[in-house]
């Protein structure tokens, strides 16, 4: 067998052994099988192919043929432990949704999503100024099933948006080793291929107490919603 | 008939008939109960020493436990004799595999056509309307008789994947797996107006007599066969037939009237009447209301995850076909879905075939594939050599 994939590697450093794994997009399977084998782990694949899931289902991985942006609603609150989502995110119809799924079916997730703004990408649309087409993201613009694109910054926004908690963060490259990154780091929406995180959800904040009206008629001003470093935008 | 291009191996080691003690009578849906209750079965393999290597397939509809042996009627091969034999995916070196007829069947166990013991005559319509419930609570006292707690796995096609996932909602602790193809949780609208043709076709055949036929020594042949060529229909897809017949014509040129012109129309014919000759009418009644009757969410408040709560521990698979339009990969998905929401841990693969709800009769490898890589799965993890 060849090396294992950089992002699968890093996975497998994250995940915790005998957990309960949900990857969606498994493809044939190749990270469902590393997760039984290397991590114990009660693994079970979302795959959208139907070659796919006869191959899952062939090697004897627990697979449902179905599809990410419509599946995901199905699966109970806290049904597992982590959700894995490997560079698909950008290809999903409402990565919003998505993520916010993720982190209700699984306590954690590990979402990698490759980085726009990335400094290839950049000199290459400045200077070409044709949509990018490179190793990461191979496609032309016509044919790519990359429908929501974003930079390390972008998804981050999003993060913090969602109420998400950045546990870990790398940043990896075609064939390199994964290396641990800082998500606030400037440097790094040039420097990251794409990244990977592991997010959780924020602790849910208390409620602010309502004041009780002890004035009659009196209106009371009302409490502020909890302030958000960006608009969300629907 | 032609004759049967191939027999099964000879690979059936037991079966018989199971009669129950009067004392011991199947309790039904209905509120009423059978009494004896005799059930007809085959058996395929050995059971091992820590009885932990028993499958129970479930027949469909028409179908019966000659799983994997020739049909004494017919003489054609065992119904599943693609996937119950050595090397194949139901390996009876590996499985103790049983096959039971269902109860309201014909081939032996107790039905319309048995012996009511209060008359001394056939049940006719005096036999109770029975329920895929009651049919899986029959296979049930049937395991038990043969000293098997747990089965390592439950499989059925059709109707058969409709006791399936009954048998996941009735008896979860009684199963290690569980695989369910190309069926539903619910008879659908079209699935019950499908039937209740049929149904009319054989109750408007003068010779059913009000369902006491037997008794008069005649059959609603004719009524039974046309039931049959209507419900053959729905097991294929509009291309397969197409592919088979397309618009051949059985001679050179047409008739000019109501002969088998059309080599689909010779071809529906036989099917009904080679089926009259294994199959009992009242049965048919039977069981296709059974299949009606069947609505799993029903008994659990409408909400068919709820049906299975119990099941987390049973791994699941479920199999579809995307040309099938009788029970099609919506209703398959549906069960996931619900599998999923109950917590439960299932697979499920849509198949790509052509052929239509009948698909997992036929030759079909992915389907092969699917269905004998989650059973080596399992089987590992139940410690099975």
């Known amino acids: ?234 | 008939m032609a004759p049967a291009a191939k027999t099964s191996p000879e690979i059936e080691t037991g079966g018989g008939v199971w009669r129950f003690p009067a004392g011991q009578p199947l309790r039904l849906d209905s509120g009423a109960s059978l009494s004896p209750l005799e059930v007809a079965y085959k058996t395929y393999g050995h059971l091992n020493a820590d009885k932990s290597n028993a499958v129970l397939v479930c027949h469909a509809l028409t179908g019966d436990q000659h799983l994997a042996s020739q049909h004494p009627v017919t003489g054609k091969p065992g119904w599943w004799d693609r996937v119950v034999g050595p090397s194949l995916a139901l390996d009876p070196d590996r499985y103790f595999v049983i096959c039971a007829n269902v109860v309201g069947g014909c081939m032996g166990t107790t039905g319309p056509a048995s012996i009511d013991p209060g008359t001394g005559e056939a049940y006719g319509l005096a036999f109770p309307v029975i329920t895929i419930a009651d049919m899986v609570r029959a296979q049930a006292m049937l395991v038990e008789a043969l000293g098997i707690d747990t089965l390592f796995a439950v499989i059925g096609g059709s109707m058969g994947g409709m006791q399936v996932v009954q048998w996941a909602a009735d008896y979860p602790e009684k199963l290690f797996s569980a695989v369910a193809i190309a069926t539903a949780a619910r008879h659908s609208a079209q699935n019950i107006a499908f039937h209740e043709v049929g149904r009319q076709a054989v109750m408007a055949d003068p010779n059913w007599r009000g369902g006491a036929y037997l008794k008069a020594g005649v059959r609603p042949e004719k009524g039974l066969a046309v039931a049959r060529m209507a419900a053959h229909i729905t097991y294929v897809s509009e291309a397969a037939l197409h592919r088979k017949f397309g618009r051949e014509l059985q001679r050179d040129g047409l008739s000019w009237g109501f002969d088998a012109d059309f080599q689909v129309e010779s071809y529906l014919r036989h099917q009904g009447a080679s089926f009259v000759d294994r199959f009992d009418a009242n049965s048919y009644l039977y069981i296709t209301r059974a299949m009606d009757y069947f609505d799993l969410a029903g008994p659990h408040g409408g909400v068919l995850a709820n049906a299975f709560i119990k099941a987390r521990k049973v791994k699941f698979c479920v199999l579809s076909f995307t040309s099938d339009w009788l029970y099609p990969t919506v209703e398959n998905r549906a069960i996931v879905r619900a599998l999923n929401a109950a917590g439960c841990r299932a697979s499920f693969a849509d198949i790509v075939s052509d052929k239509g709800h009948d698909a997992f009769l036929l030759d079909e490898p992915v389907f092969d594939q699917a269905l004998r890589g989650f059973l080596a799965a399992q089987a590992q993890a139940r410690g099975l050599s």
């Open chain 1, 1 to 234: 067998m060849t090396a294992v994939r950089e992002d699968f590697a890093e996975i497998l450093r994250l995940v915790r052994p005998g957990s309960r794994v949900l990857d969606v997009g498994c493809g044939g399977g190749e990270l469902l099988e590393l997760l039984t084998r290397e991590k114990g782990a009660d693994a079970q694949g979302l795959e959208l192919s139907p070659e796919n899931v006869s191959a899952c289902l062939a090697r004897g991985l627990a697979v449902v043929q179905g599809d990410g942006d419509r599946d995901l609603d199905h699966f109970p609150t806290r049904a597992f432990d982590y959700a894995i989502l490997s560079k698909t995110l950008q290809q999903m119809r409402d990565p919003r949704h998505a993520l916010s799924e993720l982190l209700r079916i699984a306590e954690q997730a590990v979402v990698s999503v490759p980085n726009f703004g990335h400094w290839k990408m950049r000199l290459y649309l400045l200077g070409r100024g044709r949509m990018p087409e490179t190793k990461a993201l191979p496609d032309p613009w016509w044919s790519t099933p990359n429908i929501h694109l974003c930079t390390l910054r972008d998804f981050i926004d999003l993060a913090d948006d969602l109420g998400l908690r950045i546990d870990a963060c790398a940043a990896l490259s075609n064939g390199k080793p994964a290396r641990a990154m800082d998500p606030k780091g400037v440097l790094e929406n040039w420097r990251a291929e794409t990244g990977l995180f592991l997010l959780s959800r924020r602790a849910e904040p208390q409620p602010e107490a309502t004041p009780r009206n002890l004035f009659g008629e009196v209106e009371l001003p009302k409490a502020e919603g909890p302030k958000r470093t960006r608009k969300a935008r629907k």
